[in-house]
């Protein structure tokens, strides 16, 4: 089954045109079939870009999924149009009393600040809440997996002296889990991040469960089956050039900055990246939508009204 999202949002095109299975409100009404609600809660200063990654993702699953986009009430984008972000985005303030079966929080380019210190921090506080009540599974990501994980169990975020920067190699902590069927005892991860987790910090809550890590950037996916979340600091979801735009940007702005580890053939920027992740981040996505399937009601108004734990 397809994604459904509108026709005109710049994603139907591009994600059609790569094969993957797209279709439009009208042609969703007209199947007799619950689509799984996803919400998308976006922080990237580059919407667009954010919502063609995560669409690519969860819209290559047997599923169909409803794709909802979602703001901060108050915070305003800077580096996307407003009458995309009037078109297509629901404030927080105006889907709080819905109900999901999946949320994906993504990152946000402000690592180096204290949570509260976020403009928008009390109201994330808020969605963390309603994620108990309204949404079945959370997947944060990179500063929103750090967000929920600080906010539900205190975990630290924690400066580094440099930027974990390149692709990185991690190993499967849990070939057992559902969520990494078909996972391979070591793969590469995309990493691009000024803070970590530590995973003695983790270890130290019995609550939670380190999936994927790598000994040079730390814990990579970690689960928190109470909090029915997922919590990934590392970028399965970033395309072939993603690394290398983030590298040309600081190069140009005469930012200080370390070619991408592992990235580019023979580490020669001139090179044209290969993409050794994609795989991974399918089977990854693609085996969290399988288990919010499994397991979130049927009536999705008994989402935070009945116990629907997902499965260790």
């Avoid at 042609?27 to 976006?42: F, G, H, K, T, V």
């Avoid at 990494?180 to 995973?199: A, N, Y």
Wanted: glycine letters at 6%; charged letters at 25%.
């Amino acid at each position: 089954m397809p994604i459904k999202i509108p026709s005109d949002l710049p994603a139907y095109d591009v994600l059609k045109n790569e094969g993957v299975m797209v279709m439009s409100p009208d042609q969703a009404e007209r199947q007799d079939i619950r689509p799984l609600r996803i919400a998308l809660l976006n922080l990237m200063p580059k919407k667009i870009q954010t919502e063609n990654q995560f669409a690519r993702l969860i819209g290559a699953t047997p599923l169909q999924i409803d794709l909802t986009l979602i703001r901060m009430s108050e915070h305003r984008t800077r580096n996307t149009a407003a009458e995309h972000m009037a078109e297509f985005y629901q404030p927080f303030s105006e889907v709080r009393d819905q109900k999901f079966d999946g949320l994906i929080i993504t990152g946000a380019p402000i690592e180096h600040m204290d949570f509260d210190e976020v403009t928008y921090w009390d109201e994330m506080r808020e969605v963390f809440a309603w994620t108990q009540t309204n949404v079945h599974s959370t997947f944060g990501v990179c500063w929103g997996g750090m967000a929920m994980i600080n906010h539900f169990h205190g975990v630290r975020k924690h400066i580094l002296d440099h930027k974990a920067f390149g692709c990185f190699r991690h190993q499967n902590l849990n070939p057992t889990s559902s969520y990494l069927r078909g996972f391979s005892d070591d793969f590469v991860i995309p990493v691009s991040r000024w803070t970590e987790v530590r995973q003695d910090e983790v270890d130290a809550n019995p609550a939670l469960h380190t999936l994927l890590g790598s000994p040079e950037v730390g814990p990579c996916l970690i689960e928190d089956p109470a909090h029915r979340a997922l919590y990934i600091f590392n970028h399965f979801e970033y395309d072939s050039g993603s690394l290398k735009q983030e590298y040309d940007r600081d190069v140009a702005q005469g930012t200080p900055i370390n070619v991408p580890d592992n990235y580019y053939p023979d580490d020669d920027p001139s090179q044209v990246p290969l993409n050794r992740w994609r795989s991974h981040a399918h089977l990854l996505y693609g085996n969290w939508i399988n288990e919010i399937y499994e397991t979130t009601p049927f009536d999705i108004e008994k989402i935070g009204l009945e116990a629907t734990d997902l499965r260790a």
